[in-house]
């Protein structure tokens, strides 16, 4: 068995929970913030037995998408008084960054 930490885009998040949700599968959602960021994205915990893996992966990247974001990296430290403009920086988020972890079961008590 394997517990499966995906960590998604806001966007997509929706529908992947209700895709997955219809084929059957258990989903935790939990609200979480990207380091890089400071923005919030969604981390979904999901327990399945192991020949369910690749069909769940298929789901997840059907449901998530690439975003292109800029970021304002702040400004170097002006000397002699000149000023440079921060240029933003283009950053690809997504579609899903995707953990797979061993685990000897699900115990409901
Ligand atoms: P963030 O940390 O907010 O990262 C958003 C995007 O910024 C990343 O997209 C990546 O394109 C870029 N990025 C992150 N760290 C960077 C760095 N040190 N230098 C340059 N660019 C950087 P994704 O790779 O698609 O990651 C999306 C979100 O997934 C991340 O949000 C974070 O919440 C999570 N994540 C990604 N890799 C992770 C890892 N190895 N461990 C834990 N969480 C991870």
Same mark, same amino acid.
């Given at each position: 068995?394997?517990?499966?930490?995906?960590?998604?885009? #806001?966007?997509?998040?929706?529908?992947?929970?209700?895709? %997955?949700?219809?084929?059957? #599968?258990?989903?935790?959602?939990?609200?979480?913030?990207?380091?890089?960021?400071?923005?919030?994205?969604?981390?979904?915990?999901?327990?399945?037995?192991?020949?369910?893996?690749?069909?769940?992966?298929?789901?997840?990247?059907? #449901?998530?998408?690439?975003?292109?974001?800029?970021?304002?990296? %702040?400004?170097?430290?002006?000397?002699?008084?000149?000023?440079?403009?921060?240029?933003?920086?283009?950053?690809?988020?997504?579609?899903?960054?995707?953990?797979?972890?061993?685990?000897?079961?699900?115990?409901?008590?």
């Amino acid at each position: 068995m394997k517990l499966v930490i995906a960590v998604v885009q #806001h966007q997509d998040a929706g529908e992947l929970v209700e895709a %997955l949700t219809a084929q059957g #599968h258990r989903v935790t959602r939990i609200s979480s913030e990207g380091g890089f960021l400071r923005e919030g994205n969604v981390t979904l915990l999901i327990a399945v037995d192991d020949p369910a893996i690749e069909p769940l992966l298929k789901t997840i990247r059907e #449901h998530c998408y690439t975003r292109t974001r800029y970021v304002s990296p %702040l400004p170097p430290v002006a000397e002699s008084g000149e000023f440079y403009p921060p240029v933003p920086v283009e950053v690809q988020v997504g579609g899903a960054t995707v953990f797979v972890v061993n685990t000897s079961g699900v115990t409901r008590l």
